[in-house]
T-cell receptor, first 113, second 114 residues
Framework: AQSVAQPEDQVNVAEGNPLTVKCTYS??????LFWYVQYPNRGLQFLLK??????LVKGSYGFEAEFNKSQTSFHLKKPSALVSDSALYFC???????????FGQGTTLQVKP | DTGVSQDPRHKITKRGQNVTFRCDPI?????LYWYRQTLGQGPEFLTY????????KSRLLSDRFSAERPKGSFSTLEIQRTEQGDSAMYLC????????????FGEGSRLTVL
């Protein structure tokens, strides 16, 4: 069965500092991994995805994520956080042979000036 | 804007009533998904369609829930005999018919059951 874990309910960083939002997954086949962001009272917005190839993928708004197969992780990163990055972030996984996308519980990112 | 649209955006109903939500996906997309999200939680998968075929339905989904996509375009999600526990945001998303494709989400339909 597919599953996703986001071990931190909230991450606090100061503006200008690097940020990391953690995600681990479990699938039976090869994973397709995604990150989404949700602002208050809005739908989910796609940030980036890993399908195959380079373990470091780059996405929207300066975000990137590192795929680590041995640790079954797909952590979201940004070199320099902005106050406007404050939002709810979701990691999601799809098993290679399946259609449904399974989401984690989400991590609230708070960036303070 | 030709994104995913959902209607109504807000619905307040009394326990025991039936409600129906509509989703219009991005026109080129042949996959359509329904999710449920409660406050502070991640989206919970309900069901998805490829064209008009319903390919998977969550085993956690009550028989009171039914979804259709009759012509492979828009979809409806009906909840019969609503309960207070059904109060949530119902999200619709669409994608191209590839397993590598990302989902594009609508703004959601918020249901409040009194």
């Amino acid at each position: 069965a597919q599953s996703v874990a986001q071990p931190e309910d909230q991450v606090n960083v100061a503006e200008g500092n690097p940020l990391t939002v953690k995600c681990t997954y479990s699938v039976s086949g090869n994973p397709y991994l995604f990150w989404y962001v949700q602002y208050p009272n809005r739908g989910l917005q796609f940030l980036l995805k890993y399908i195959t190839g380079d373990n470091l993928v780059k996405g929207s708004y300066g975000f990137e994520a590192e795929f680590n197969k041995s640790q079954t992780s797909f952590h979201l990163k940004k070199p320099s956080a902005l106050v406007s990055d404050s939002a709810l972030y979701f990691c999601a996984v799809r098993d290679e042979g399946r259609g449904k996308l399974i989401f984690g519980q989400g991590t609230t990112l708070q960036v303070k000036p | 804007d030709t994104g995913v649209s959902q209607d109504p955006r807000h619905k307040i109903t009394k326990r025991g009533q039936n409600v129906t939500f509509r989703c219009d996906p991005i026109s080129e997309h042949n996959r359509l998904y329904w999710y449920r999200q409660t406050l502070g939680q991640g989206p919970e998968f309900l069901t998805y369609f490829q064209n008009e075929a319903q390919l998977e339905k969550s085993r956690l989904l009550s028989d009171r829930f039914s979804a259709e996509r009759p012509k492979g375009s828009f979809s409806t999600l009906e909840i019969q005999r609503t309960e207070q526990g059904d109060s949530a945001m119902y999200l619709c998303a669409s994608s191209f018919g590839l397993p590598t494709g990302e989902l594009f989400f609508g703004e959601g339909s918020r249901l409040t059951v009194l």
